[in-house]
């Protein structure tokens, strides 16, 4: 073949035919089958509806590019601004070996494994990240993933109110309040009504009000550590009230916590979500993230689970092989009567978590937790300088503090002075005053943090708050 | 023969590799090394975890890539599943630190790109699908259809309309269609196709009532069919006061030619992953956004965008908003590859990538048309797919087509879509999309057609098939009734000898 290198060969066309071959093949290829024009192939769309785009024209790559980078410039990251969020997404280091292989175009660019003996790969891969969240979370029972935690925890309430037949689902009132939301809409045409259950002067949940709520509970659900970022001392006692009222104890954790805090599996839950993104994603202003979804081996609670299950198995030829496991419980199959709608899940996302924590190990994971619990106990030293710390206890990452000034007006120093404060609880929380919720990981540097405290200093004095 | 052969590696589990006092981590050391106290009984007693190396981690799953199969390694048509291809500039912009780096509650001032990039892409949305507003919050195809779907129950109840409790789906529906349906609290009402493969005018009328929410549709439908009486399926659901519902899993049939929102229809989701480019990932993440009609902007979930003409800001301030389907804004990371092939494509080029997977389609189902043992059941014409039945090759051979399906695997092409739609018996759901070549869909055929000789000369070949990837024939029913879902299941059961794998 020769092309012509000049003239109306190289007049600018409509773009986007560098990912279409067919497009220079088009007459021919109509011809082949008896059609006339592109038109005849879409005879069957009704004339009076039919539409022209009022669209820009397409762009080369390079101009698309441009535009895109300088779009997104506007945006100021975590690596240009010292920045103390969290509330339910955290600055973590994801190591570069994680980001590579998941971008494998083998794993990136594959469907759902629906054809098994060509996909043992990422089969593998997601068994493999269940094997790991499994040892996580002290529970033999783990699906690919949800979309995040907050969908898991819809589907924990749904979960749960099918098992037990009971209609109310308990929750300690520090929750997000993403996942309030995300857990209102998910159970509101299911007909189960949640309740609340408040924090103590320890800022963990009250016993006392949960013993008074807890009758004909489906569920009763806590966070370790919860929204306060708080270590809930008393857990095996919520676990034992939730059992002995016969609810199912549903655990929604931090997986990065889990090296140094104990397996929710062995204090009793028989439900475990949480958010696995929290491995080997970065924070991508919040998704694609990946729900941990994971329960006792029980036959009754395994067939109400949601979602996608990779199993192992064998092949003809008896070699050890994966495949979609349990896949009656799935709308393909059951419709209407399927334990969820799910079917796109967050694969990729769980095999970056699981490449993530086999990277870490069982050191890897124990010396993340020590780094995180150490960091934010330096961060709380250095706040009682600045401000009140309502609850004592032990944090891992979020620590809530409390100012005498309204928390907006620091916030806007901060930002003056290029710090990120935390997030500003009040709004959701007006109990606790002028208060916003920090936090510290792994990757807080002790200038940021020396930093925050010297503005701080420097604000309190400032005649404008 | 085909000369296709799949890295066949035998490798071993993640838990049976490495070695002690191997470490693949480096960590920075605590700002303090101050004592913190957990109590004992919530102290971490064991992590049964492996200890590798990094170049172990890496050789691990670049081996584990190898055996999986993607759009790049070649076509890969599943129906219904628009595996087009997957342009890399997509992962780039997305991989940049301005997107990675950036926390969701960050404020409105330091986010302003993020922002842009989500009005932007609603803005495109809007245009392309006739809709007035458009949420970008649902993770995936079957999240967006919860949001519709709860959209239409909240703007039901709003008007004291209290007894619409039903949604009608055809037979030929995807199964998350029933499913969202029924997790919003509906009754789902099943409707039958008729013999063209389209909705059932006479049985819609007799299901509509005053009971009907609305209809959930597809179109072109799941035959890849266009139901060309889209107008008057319209008239009668929202005649009997229901709102139709868009699902738009094969948007990739018509952009450009015709808008759900000038076809009648009141919500739409729409998949990034299929029509817009981005890729599947495995299974997810994917990306579901939805749109509706100016009356139903009211109850769409919070927050949205909103561009005030110097700045991008997020409103909350939805009274009647169903809430929240998904933390956050969304699959933040997904829109911004979607934003991009929108740019990238333009009015022109988003045209013909429907005309190019509508010429692609129909001149594969013309080429296999009259194979032996294949029979192309409802009417001809096809927009974005084609849908086979190989019910004559089973019943003269036994060769299913399932079989069909592990035999293509052998040649190196990636199956169709198999059983489904649920009205085709054996059931070849094929989609090329716009991403193939002429050659590549001329060689899909021919290994159909070659399949098809296999099936009548030698059936045992193709039943036996495949041969030619990492693993043979997997035992799924195995899987079910012994189920071992994790490392922690397998290693009691080797420790008790009930397991020889």
């Known amino acids: ?465 | 023969m085909p000369m296709f052969k799949q890295a066949r590696w035998d490798e071993p589990l993640i838990f049976e590799l490495g070695g002690r006092g191997r470490v693949s981590f480096t960590l920075p050391e605590a700002i303090e090394d101050i004592d913190v106290q957990i109590p004992e009984e919530l102290k971490r007693g064991s992590l049964e975890l492996p200890e590798l190396s990094e170049p172990e981690v890496v050789k691990h799953y670049t081996r584990l890539s190898e055996m999986n199969y993607g759009v790049d390694s070649g076509i890969y048509p599943l129906g219904s599943c628009t595996m087009k291809y997957n342009p890399k500039i997509n992962e780039e912009l997305a991989g940049h630190p301005k997107v990675t780096y950036v926390h969701p509650y960050q404020d409105e001032r330091t986010v302003q790109g993020a922002l842009q990039v989500m009005w932007e892409l609603e803005q495109w949305l809007k245009e392309v699908t006739g809709m007035d507003r458009f949420t970008l919050q649902p993770a995936a195809g079957a999240n967006g259809e919860f949001t519709g779907v709860m959209i239409i129950r909240a703007y039901h109840l709003d008007r004291g309309d209290t007894k619409r409790d039903e949604i009608i789906v055809p037979d030929s529906a995807h199964g998350t269609n029933p499913a969202s349906a029924a997790m919003a609290g509906f009754k789902v009402i099943e409707i039958p196709s008729n013999e063209q493969g389209m909705v059932d005018l006479e049985a819609l009328r007799s299901a509509v009532s005053e009971r009907t929410a609305g209809l959930m549709l597809t179109n072109p439908n799941t035959l890849g069919i266009f139901e060309e009486d889209i107008l008057e399926i319209a008239k009668i659901v929202h005649d009997a006061g229901g709102l139709l519902y868009y699902d738009g899993a094969n948007l990739n049939g018509i952009l450009g030619k015709v808008r759900p929102g000038d076809m009648g229809f009141d919500v739409v989701h729409i998949n990034l992953h299929k029509t817009f480019s981005t890729p599947h990932g495995g299974g997810g993440p994917g990306a579901g956004p939805v749109g509706v009609k100016d009356f139903l902007k009211d109850y769409l979930p919070v927050p949205v965008v909103e561009y005030d003409g110097e700045k991008y800001y997020l409103n909350y301030d939805l009274p009647k908003s169903i809430g929240k389907v998904k933390e956050f804004y969304g699959n933040f990371g997904v829109l911004v590859k979607a934003l991009t092939y929108l740019k990238i494509m333009g009015r022109q080029g988003l045209k013909e990538a429907s005309e190019i997977a509508v010429l692609n389609a129909n001149y594969l189902g013309k080429k296999l048309k009259g194979t032996k043992g294949y029979e192309l059941p409802h009417k001809e014409l096809r927009k974005h797919e084609v849908v086979f039945s190989a019910e004559p090759m089973k019943r003269d051979t036994g060769v299913k087509a399932l079989d069909v399906a592990k035999r293509l695997l052998d040649h190196g092409l990636h199956a169709p879509t198999i059983y489904f739609p649920l009205i085709v018996h054996e059931a070849l759901m094929i989609e090329p999309t716009e991403g193939v070549t002429k050659e590549e869909l001329d060689a899909y055929v021919d290994a159909l057609k070659r399949i098809s000789e296999e099936a009548y000369s030698n059936p045992e070949l193709v039943k036996s098939a495949p041969h030619n990837t990492a693993v043979r024939r997997v035992d799924d029913v195995l899987a079910t009734k012994r189920p071992v879902i994790t490392w922690r299941m397998y290693r009691k059961l080797k420790e008790k000898g009930d397991i020889d794998i």
């Open chain 1, 1 to 465: 073949m020769t092309a012509k290198l000049f003239g109306d060969d190289l007049k600018v066309m409509p773009m986007g035919k560098h990912y279409m071959p067919n497009s220079a093949h088009k007459e021919e290829m109509l011809r082949e089958i008896g059609f006339e024009s592109i038109e005849d192939l879409f005879s069957d769309v009704p004339k009076n509806v039919s539409y022209e785009f009022n669209l820009p024209e397409g762009k080369s790559e390079y101009e698309v590019f441009l535009e895109m980078n300088e779009m997104l410039g506007k945006n100021k990251t975590a690596l240009e601004m010292p920045s103390f969020l969290g509330a339910g997404t955290y600055f973590h280091y994801v190591p570069a070996h994680v980001k590579y292989l998941i971008e494998r175009s083998e794993f990136l660019t594959a469907y759902t494994p629906y054809q098994p003996e060509i996909s043992q790969g990422m089969l593998q891969a997601l068994f493999e990240y269940q094997s790991l969240i499994a040892e996580l979370v002290g529970l033999e029972i783990v699906n690919a993933s949800m979309y995040d935690w907050g969908t898991s925890l819809g589907e924990a309430a749904r979960m749960s109110a099918r098992f037990t037949r009971r209609n109310k689902f308990i929750v300690p009132k520090n929750l997000s309040p993403e996942k309030i939301k995300v857990l209102q809409t998910y159970v509101d045409g299911a007909g189960i009504e949640i309740e609340y259950v408040k924090w103590n002067e320890k800022g963990q949940m009250d016993l006392e009000e949960l013993k008074e709520k807890v009758e004909g509970a489906a569920g009763v659900y806590i966070e370790m550590p919860n929204f306060f970022g708080l270590i809930e001392e008393e857990i095996k006692a919520v676990g034992e009230i939730a059992h002995d009222n016969n609810a199912l104890f549903v655990v929604g954790v931090d997986p990065t916590s889990l090296g140094v805090l104990e397996a929710p599996g062995n204090y009793g839950a028989d439900i475990v979500i949480g958010e696995a993104a929290f491995f080997g994603s970065p924070m991508n202003f919040g998704g694609p993230r990946a729900g941990i979804f994971a329960v006792k081996n029980d036959k009754k609670l395994v067939r109400q689970m949601p979602g996608r299950i990779i199993g192992m198995t064998k092949d003809v030829d008896g070699r050890r092989a994966f495949v979609m496991a349990l896949q009656t419980r799935e709308q393909h199959i059951r419709r209407a009567k399927a334990t969820s709608n799910i079917c796109s899940n967050e694969a990729l996302v769980a095999v970056a978590a699981a490449i993530h924590i086999a990277t870490l190990g069982p050191k890897g994971l124990a010396k993340l937790g020590e780094v995180i619990l150490k960091n934010t106990a330096y961060f709380k030293k250095r706040m009682k300088e600045v401000g009140e710390l309502p609850f004592e206890g032990i944090n891992f990452k979020d620590v809530p503090v409390k100012f005498e000034v309204p928390y907006d007006a620091i916030h806007e120093r901060l930002l003056e002075r290029n710090i990120h404060g935390g997030f500003y609880l009040k709004p959701h929380f007006p109990e606790l005053g002028e208060s916003a919720l920090f936090a510290v990981t792994e990757t807080t540097r002790k200038e940021w943090i020396d930093a925050l405290v010297d503005a701080l200093k420097e604000i309190e004095g400032d005649a404008y708050v």
